[in-house]
C-alpha cells in the first residue's frame, strides 16, 4: 500500500444541530482494517462480502475472565453457554472447552447440543415450550430441567409416574429486583408464593428431585444491584427448602442478562461509560448468595447463563460500500451490502462502525442503509464516517450475539461466517446460502407449473 496520502476532494459540509453534544463533535472514524491481525482486504476477497467474522481468542479471553472474576468472589462456578445467543458449532464448541454446560431452550438446541457431544446431564433446559417428548428424552438423559410453569410440572410429574423415572428438576423463579417492567412471564413468582408452591409440590412427589433454583432476570441489565437483589431472594429460598425439608441444592442457577459493550440506540452515553463491569455483577451477585445459611462444601456451585457479555464483542461484520447518494435533504447516504435482515440488532444498538482502510479526515454525518428495497432497511439513522467509495469496506462491531441466530433470509441470503483461530488461521464455520438451499425446502404443485 502507497504511504502517500489519499488526495481528498474539498467538500462543503452543510451544518446540521444535535451532533455535538457535551463531550465535542465526537471521535472520528478510525480506520480498523485488520481483525486479529487478519487483514479485512484479504477475508473479503476469500470469503466475499458481507461476512462474519469470529475471533476464537477473544471467545477464550472473555470466558476465562469471567470465570477468574466470579470464582475470586465465591467457591464453586460453572458456566452454561446460552445457545440462543450464538449457537454455531464452532462457537458453542469453545465455550464447551472452556467447561460451559450448554443452556438450552428448544428441543433443536438440546439436539445440537447432544450431536455435538455434551451428556445430558451437562445441558440446562430452560424455557417455556417443552413437549412431552422432549421432557421425556431430557429426563431419561438426566438433564437439569428448569421448570417454567405447573403446567409442565405437572406434565413431568405424569412423565414420572406412568414410565416410572426419575427427574431432576429446578424452578425458576421471577421476581420484583426493582426493575421495571417487572419480567414475570418466565417462571413462578417469589413474592405472591408461587415459587414456594411449586417447590412444595416438587418436595411432595417422590420420582422428582429439586437439585436447584433459577432466576433470569432480564437482558443488558445496567444495574448489578437488581442481581443482588435476586440472588438475595434466591438465598433465602434455598434458606427455607433446608429449615423445611432439610435438602441441601446442587446449584443456584442466576441467568445472564450481564450487558455488553453496545450502546443502546437513544441512550446518551457510550456503553462503556455506564455499563457495569463483570465485577460488579460478581459482587453482587456473590454478595447475595452469602446470605444462604450454608458454609464450605455445603454452599451450593453458582450457574451463569452469561450470554450477550461473553460473546458480543468477539463477533465482526465486514460490509462492501455500494453506493454513495445524497438524499433530497443534501445529507449523504451510504448503501452497504449488509442489511437488517442479517443485523437484526441494528434496530436497538449503535453498533460502533468503521472504515476498513485509511480515509481522510473529514467526517460527515451520514445515514446507513442496507441493500434491501424497503424502507426499513436502515442500520444507522446518523453517523460520523469520512468518505467511503463504491466497493470499500466498512467494519461492524461487537455483533456477536443474537445477530447469527436471529437472521433471516430476506431478499438477500446469510453470508458465510468465519472464525479467526488462535494460531492465525481462518476456517470457515458456516456456509453462505445459495439459490438452492430456498429451492431445496419450497414445493411446486403439479398444476402450478408453467408450460
Ligand atoms: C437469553 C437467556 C440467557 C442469556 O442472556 P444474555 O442477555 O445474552 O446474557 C440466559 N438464560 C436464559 C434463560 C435466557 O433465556
Not at 228 to 243: C, D, Y
Not at 263 to 270: A, W
Not at 432 to 442: C, K, M, P
Request: charged residues 25%; hydrophobic residues 40%.
Amino acid at each position: 500500500m502507497s504511504t502517500k496520502k489519499r488526495y481528498e476532494r474539498p467538500i462543503i459540509t452543510k451544518y446540521q444541530s444535535g451532533l455535538m453534544n457535551k463531550f465535542g463533535s465526537g471521535p472520528s472514524a478510525k480506520a480498523k482494517t485488520s481483525i486479529d491481525e487478519v487483514a479485512v482486504s484479504k477475508l473479503v476477497e476469500e470469503y466475499g462480502s458481507p461476512l462474519f467474522v469470529m475471533s476464537e481468542r477473544q471467545l477464550r479471553n472473555n470466558q476465562q475472565n469471567a470465570i477468574r472474576i466470579f470464582r475470586t468472589r465465591y467457591p464453586k462456578v460453572q458456566f452454561a453457554w446460552s445457545y440462543k445467543t450464538n449457537y454455531l458449532n464452532a462457537v458453542c464448541s469453545v465455550f464447551h472447552q472452556e467447561g460451559s454446560l450448554a443452556e438450552v431452550v428448544s428441543e433443536f438446541e438440546y439436539d445440537k447440543a447432544k450431536l455435538l457431544g455434551i451428556k445430558g446431564s451437562n445441558i440446562i433446559f430452560n424455557g417455556p415450550d417443552k413437549s412431552r417428548a422432549a421432557l421425556q428424552k431430557a429426563i431419561k438423559d438426566n438433564a437439569k430441567i428448569h421448570i417454567d410453569h405447573f403446567d409442565e410440572l405437572y406434565e413431568i410429574i405424569d412423565l414420572c409416574n406412568s414410565e416410572n423415572l426419575k427427574a431432576n428438576v429446578a424452578i425458576r423463579v421471577n421476581m420484583d429486583v426493582g426493575v421495571y417492567p417487572l419480567w414475570d412471564r418466565f417462571g413462578f413468582n417469589y413474592e405472591n408464593g408461587e415459587a414456594w408452591q411449586a417447590i412444595k409440590r416438587i418436595m411432595s412427589e417422590k420420582s422428582l428431585k429439586l437439585t436447584g433454583l433459577h432466576t433470569h432476570i432480564g437482558t443488558y441489565m445496567m444495574t448489578a444491584e437488581a442481581y443482588r437483589i435476586a440472588a438475595s431472594k434466591l438465598a433465602s429460598l434455598a434458606n427455607s427448602i433446608k429449615r423445611e425439608f432439610d435438602i441441601k441444592l446442587d446449584y443456584i442457577d442466576m441467568g445472564g442478562g450481564f450487558a455488553s459493550n453496545n450502546t443502546l440506540i437513544g441512550q446518551y452515553l457510550p456503553a462503556e461509560q455506564i455499563i457495569p463491569s463483570m465485577e460488579q455483577y460478581a459482587d453482587a451477585i456473590s454478595s447475595g448468595m452469602f446470605e444462604m445459611n450454608a458454609t464450605g462444601s455445603d454452599l451450593p456451585a453458582l450457574i451463569l447463563e452469561t450470554g450477550r457479555a461473553l460473546v458480543d464483542n468477539a463477533g465482526y461484520l465486514i460490509t462492501t460500500v455500494l453506493a454513495n447518494k445524497r438524499l433530497s435533504t443534501g445529507r449523504r447516504a451510504i448503501i452497504i451490502d449488509a442489511g437488517v435482515n442479517i443485523l437484526f440488532t441494528s434496530f436497538w444498538y449503535k453498533h460502533k462502525i468503521s472504515p476498513a482502510q485509511e480515509s481522510g479526515v473529514h467526517v460527515e454525518d451520514s445515514s446507513l442503509y442496507g441493500p434491501l428495497c424497503m424502507n426499513i432497511d436502515l442500520i444507522r439513522e446518523s453517523i460520523l464516517l469520512p468518505a467511503v467509495k463504491k466497493g470499500e469496506h466498512l467494519v461492524i462491531e461487537d455483533v456477536g450475539a443474537y445477530a447469527m441466530t436471529q437472521w433471516m433470509q430476506f431478499i438477500t441470503m446469510r453470508p458465510n461466517v468465519v472464525m479467526i483461530m488462535q494460531d492465525g488461521t481462518v476456517e470457515l464455520i458456516r456456509k453462505s446460502e445459495a439459490l438452492n438451499y430456498i429451492l431445496d425446502r419450497e414445493l411446486l404443485p403439479k398444476q402450478l407449473k408453467l408450460k
